[in-house]
């Protein structure tokens, strides 16, 4: 697409639908994760978002299956990117990577000591590109989203989502934004991403984790759908955040507001299981 100056009037192109050559969309993790479109995983701070996609990461970079998924899905390693600000490398995520059993040689990190990353960086394209990245993860959006987008301003959030949806597009790269919920526990999960609506628009897929009431087991968590445009909404997965990582333990007919209806209140201090099952 050419770029115009505001003030010079863009030339008219069209292109005729049968022009264009129809394509299937291809899945990471059907029908959670696509390949090329961006994908929201969003939950409450300490419920396991990062721990749930280092397990992910481990098992893709390995050529594993991924849970409840066709075992002839993927076959072939796969190379992920992780982006982080709130957990050092050396202390946090690789050995969590490396607990869950993930080959070290397949995620990567851009390194951000001399400038931070944001959503428009091209150093996201060119890693993608150079390493044939498969999966990239940034964790979290507001740090991602750049200092000078208001993540409540729909023009601003949308023109930073439109450089990570063209680098998707362009490499075929499955990408993840992990995000944190905003307090408003009384409406639909959908509207609970934090900022603009539009972020939540600008997804193809938003996945959420809350925890489930067994008080018995403090860890288990749910893993729903909460918006889905390439495919049916796909089944609650029940996990057990553990010291390794997760556990992926189910799959459950259970509706996104069910299972954050179902939720445990959070209350008193944490016992030893429950201090593990943080991000």
Not at 18 to 27: A, F, G, L, N, Y
Not at 246 to 260: G, Y
Request: aromatic residues 6%.
């Amino acid at each position: 697409m050419t770029d115009y100056p505001n003030n010079i009037p863009a030339k008219l192109e069209i292109i005729k639908a049968s022009e264009i050559t129809p394509k299937e969309v291809r899945w990471l993790w059907y029908p959670y994760i696509p390949f090329g479109k961006v994908t929201l995983l969003q939950g409450d701070p300490g419920d396991g978002k990062s721990k749930l996609m280092l397990s992910l990461a481990a098992l893709l970079s390995k050529g594993a299956p991924l849970p409840f998924a066709d075992e002839e899905e993927h076959t072939e390693p796969m190379t992920v990117i992780y982006q982080t600000t709130e957990d050092d490398a050396d202390d946090t995520v690789v050995p969590r990577f490396n607990a869950a059993g993930g080959d070290g040689d397949r995620l990567i990190f851009i390194k951000e000591d001399e400038k931070s990353l944001t959503f428009g960086d091209d150093r996201i394209r060119e890693a993608v590109e150079k390493y044939n990245a498969k999966l990239l993860i940034l964790d979290p959006m507001s740090s991602y989203i750049g200092d000078t987008c208001s993540m409540n301003n729909a023009n601003e959030t949308r023109a930073e989502f439109n450089h990570l949806i063209a680098v998707a597009k362009d490499t075929g790269c499955a990408i993840v934004i992990i995000a944190h919920m905003n307090k408003a526990k009384d409406t639909s999960p959908l509207y609970r991403t934090n900022g603009s609506i539009d972020i939540a628009g600008a997804a193809r897929s938003i996945l959420a984790v809350t925890r489930t009431a067994n008080k018995q087991n403090p860890a288990e968590r749910y893993l729903v759908q909460v918006k889905s445009n390439l495919a049916p909404m796909g089944s609650a997965i029940l996990f057990e955040v553990a010291d390794k990582g997760v556990n992926f333990l189910d799959e459950l007919e259970l509706s996104a507001e069910d299972a954050f209806s179902a939720s445990a209140p959070r209350m008193g201090r944490p016992n030893a299981r429950e201090e593990a099952a943080t991000d």
